[in-house]
């Protein structure tokens, strides 16, 4: 397939085309529509204006008109009842088969929309083929082939089924009069007449389940009897539907694909056949094996052509008949009405059913068509249209079918579907369509929605002045409080305006402008910036601005880029503060400038650095500890294991007092960012070397005072004086001392003023200080 063909069909997959009997006149102008549903109904391209004051005095018909009209006429477009045609694609489900698994198709009446689905067939399926076979009398021969030919069918089928099971049934007719002879001989053996031993004749056994036990299956065979009947016709159909609906008995896998291959020499008994033998009851279509054995054989009616077609498509089975040449026309008169179907000539002692059955399958599995199945009492509602679009080297046969596909092909299937009418104009109920591709276990779901009703009722009648029970009870519409409120809560409209039919009408105020979905967004109430509203970056919602994008603040004020804050090396704030509202943020209050480049008092005194120096020696110089700290500390601190030199014109030696140990640091400049680097190892006063020192020191002082001391008495003491003579101090005391004598132990000094002092100094086994005169 060309590509721009495959473009136009993925397209139509989302696009809904809307078609109208009635473009020739305008039917939705029509002076006796009053009603939102009256207008819809009256075709698909009319819509309805709920606009409150739309068109004042005129005739409420006015509001229903095209939608190009009403906008003409000055109805806003959110206030028009104009639901659209839509068609939406689950994704979420995945198919390796076909393609989509669900649709919703919304539809108005009169209009139609289109999809497309992907079908495609693979290389190998699992394959469960039940053997259904007619054992009367005329079908000895058959039977005796089918017991050497199951294993060799089996052996060629694996060519083409990665796992191929089999399974077997009987069936002969209802066991009734006239379609068998009810004589008690005959019913016991119906073979009695010729000396045969024949078994009861019966509707259908269930004898073998599927399975991949070939052994077994010939083993069943071999088992099988033949049985008789009166009349020319079988009960086939009945079978068929049997093995069809039982699912769970048969043993059906749901990932294989199934055939049901009917052994026959005669025609099928039809759906009111059953009344020759006074049997009324229709056939329900379900299962009913009690035991293996078919029990409603002789209560329902042989099930119809179309009933048996249904169920068939409806449980994905392929059906082969092998008839012989005498009922071929019979049945190939009847194969356009099965699908899924395929017809094989059976030659003479089914000498070619081994051909046939893999000629079969080939066949069945290259045909690729779709049925579609509405709800029984929707069909008359809806009209379907199908157009394969064939791949590459197969071909068309009629609208829905394509031949000769081979093995992960894909067909396209372009599908039109058409709503005529609604059951009431007050809306529907939910249609389900199926599309099922036959003989695939894999099915597409069409959920279709009409849309009949209007949401708005009468609600645009009643705002005109109209009058009567509907009015009373229109409200505000079906609905829809809750879409006028944000996500479903807070007041309606935002208290500024008023919910009609779903939609709010804004409030007027000569402050500005309402507007808004929820009525939320104003012109008035958010801070003004340059004269303008949220500075005209943004909107006012609810007395708050809602900047646009690369815009923040109380009034979209501050630029969310930080280009103005990028100093000339492109950092930014030179490394030292943070971009706030566009400008530079120090984060040390010393710094100052545009970009934070300022700071004459960084590389000051050692004091101002101690409280980050104290951090540092807090932690114990850890990393954690460090990360903490730096948040802290307006400089870059780094740990040595020791601070050597002396300040300089680029650093500063410092010292940090601690209550026992000392903290040696230095301060220093990179790249104008204060750095700090701060010593691993305290100068400590209870280490060694301080105790060394001091007692040093100690030993020292003391030793100086005792040689000074030595010294001055040295230096003091009299050289005349011999140790062995006594010393006597005489003093001459004038009349104005008499009245204080000195003793031995004490030493008196006399001032005089007109006459040299004399001092007598009497010494009592002790030294006398000198006496200066």
């Known amino acids: 397939m060309t590509s721009w063909k495959r473009y136009i069909l993925r397209c139509l997959v989302l696009t809904a085309v809307i078609k109208t009997s009635h473009s020739a006149d305008?039917?939705?102008?029509?002076?006796?529509?009053?009603?939102?549903?009256?207008?819809?109904?009256?075709?698909?391209?009319?819509?309805?204006?709920?606009?409150?004051?739309?068109?004042?005095?005129?005739?409420?018909?006015?509001?229903?008109?095209?939608?190009?009209?009403?906008?003409?006429?000055g109805c806003e477009l959110e206030f028009i009842e104009h639901p659209a045609v839509r068609v939406e694609v689950n994704a979420t489900l995945s198919s390796t088969q076909v393609t989509p698994k669900e649709i919703t198709v919304q539809l108005r009446a009169g209009s139609e929309t289109s999809f497309v689905l992907e079908v495609r067939q693979l290389e190998r399926y699992p394959v469960d083929m039940y053997y259904l076979v007619d054992v009367s009398a005329s079908m000895q021969d058959n039977l005796d082939r089918l017991k050497t030919v199951g294993i060799t069918l089996s052996e060629r089928m694996k060519e083409y089924s990665s796992d191929f099971r089999v399974g077997f049934g009987s069936f002969v007719d209802k066991p009734v009069s006239p379609y068998i002879s009810v004589h008690p001989s005959k019913i016991r053996n119906p073979c009695s007449d010729y000396d045969t031993q024949c078994r009861p004749a019966h509707g259908f056994i269930h004898v073998l389940p599927v399975t991949e036990n070939v052994t077994e299956f010939t083993r069943v065979i071999k088992q099988q009897r033949i049985s008789g009947n009166m009349d020319t016709p079988e009960g086939g159909f009945d079978a068929m539907l049997q093995a069809a609906v039982c699912q769970r008995e048969i043993g059906w896998r749901p990932e294989a694909k199934h055939l049901l291959l009917v052994m026959t020499d005669q025609p099928s008994h039809l759906a009111l056949d059953s009344k020759l033998a006074g049997i009324v009851v229709p056939h329900d279509g379900s299962c009913h094996l009690e035991n293996n054995t078919y029990t409603q054989t002789t209560i329902m009616e042989h099930p119809s052509i179309g009933q048996l077609a249904e169920k068939l498509l409806e449980n994905s089975i392929y059906s082969i008949f092998a008839v012989e040449q005498v009922q071929y026309k019979w049945y190939e008169d009847l194969i356009p009405l099965l699908p899924g179907t395929y017809l094989g000539k059976l030659l003479p002692k089914a000498s070619n059913l081994k051909d046939l059955v893999v000629e079969a399958y080939k066949k069945l599995l290259s045909d690729v068509e779709v049925e579609i199945v509405i709800q029984n009492n929707q069909i008359h509602r809806f009209w379907v249209n199908i157009t394969a679009l064939c791949p590459e080297g197969s071909r068309t046969q009629g609208p829905s079918k394509c031949s000769n596909v081979r093995p992960n092909q894909i067909v396209y299937f372009n599908i039109t579907i058409g709503m005529k009418t609604c059951l009431s104009l007050e809306g529907d109920e939910e249609v389900l369509v199926i599309v099922r591709p036959v003989g695939f276990n894999e099915t597409t779901a069409v959920r279709v929605r009409p849309v009949c009703g209007c949401r708005c009722g009468q609600r645009a009648s009643c705002l005109d002045g109209e009058e009567g029970s509907a009015c009373d009870d229109a409200g505000d519409g079906p609905g829809p409080v809750q879409d006028c409120q944000p996500a479903g809560a807070g007041p309606e409209c935002s208290g500024r305006g008023a919910c009609v039919c779903g939609k709010c009408s804004c409030d007027h105020s000569g402050l500005g402008t309402i507007h808004g979905k929820y009525c939320q967004i104003d012109n008035f109430s958010c801070p003004y910036k340059q004269g303008l509203s949220c500075g005209g970056r943004g909107q006012c919602v609810l007395g708050e601005c809602l900047c646009v994008s690369g815009w923040?603040?109380?009034?979209?004020?501050?630029?969310?880029?930080?280009?103005?804050?990028?100093?000339?090396?492109?950092?930014?704030?030179?490394?030292?503060?943070?971009?706030?509202?566009?400008?530079?943020?120090?984060?040390?209050?010393?710094?100052?400038?545009?970009?934070?480049?300022?700071?004459?008092?960084?590389?000051?005194?050692?004091?101002?650095?101690?409280?980050?120096?104290?951090?540092?020696?807090?932690?114990?110089?850890?990393?954690?500890?460090?990360?903490?700290?730096?948040?802290?500390?307006?400089?870059?601190?780094?740990?040595?294991?020791?601070?050597?030199?002396?300040?300089?014109?680029?650093?500063?030696?410092?010292?940090?007092?601690?209550?026992?140990?000392?903290?040696?640091?230095?301060?220093?400049?990179?790249?104008?960012?204060?750095?700090?680097?701060?010593?691993?190892?305290?100068?400590?006063?209870?280490?060694?070397?301080?105790?060394?020192?001091?007692?040093?020191?100690?030993?020292?002082?003391?030793?100086?005072?005792?040689?000074?001391?030595?010294?001055?008495?040295?230096?003091?003491?009299?050289?005349?004086?011999?140790?062995?003579?006594?010393t006597v101090a005489v003093f001459h005391v004038t009349n104005k001392e008499k009245s204080y004598v000195p003793t031995p132990s004490e030493k008196t000094i006399t001032y005089r003023r007109e006459q040299p002092l004399e001092m007598h100094i009497h010494v009592h086994k002790m030294p006398l200080n000198p006496v200066w005169q």
């Not at 503060?577 to 530079?584: A, L, M, T, Y």
């Not at 010393?590 to 951090?615: A, D, I, Y």
Request: hydrophobic share 30%.
């Open 552 to 726: 923040t603040g109380e009034s979209c004020g501050c630029p969310l880029s930080t280009e103005t804050c990028l100093s000339e090396d492109g950092r930014l704030c030179s490394g030292q503060g943070r971009c706030i509202c566009g400008r530079c943020q120090c984060d040390d209050p010393r710094r100052s400038g545009q970009f934070c480049e300022k700071c004459p008092l960084c590389n000051g005194s050692c004091q101002s650095h101690w409280r980050c120096v104290l951090c540092h020696l807090s932690h114990d110089f850890s990393v954690l500890g460090a990360t903490e700290c730096n948040r802290t500390c307006s400089s870059t601190v780094h740990y040595v294991d020791g601070i050597l030199g002396s300040s300089s014109d680029s650093s500063k030696l410092c010292l940090y007092p601690a209550e026992r140990c000392n903290c040696r640091f230095q301060i220093g400049s990179v790249q104008g960012v204060t750095e700090i680097l701060i010593g691993r190892h305290p100068e400590c006063l209870a280490s060694q070397r301080y105790i060394t020192t001091f007692i040093l020191v100690f030993l020292l002082t003391l030793l100086l005072g005792l040689s000074i001391i030595a010294l001055l008495k040295f230096l003091l003491i009299p050289r005349s004086q011999t140790p062995t003579e006594p």
């Open 26 to 73: 305008n039917d939705c102008t029509s002076p006796s529509i009053k009603t939102c549903n009256e207008c819809l109904y009256r075709g698909p391209e009319c819509g309805w204006c709920f606009q409150e004051g739309f068109l004042d005095g005129a005739q409420i018909s006015e509001r229903c008109d095209f939608v190009p009209n009403l906008v003409q006429k």
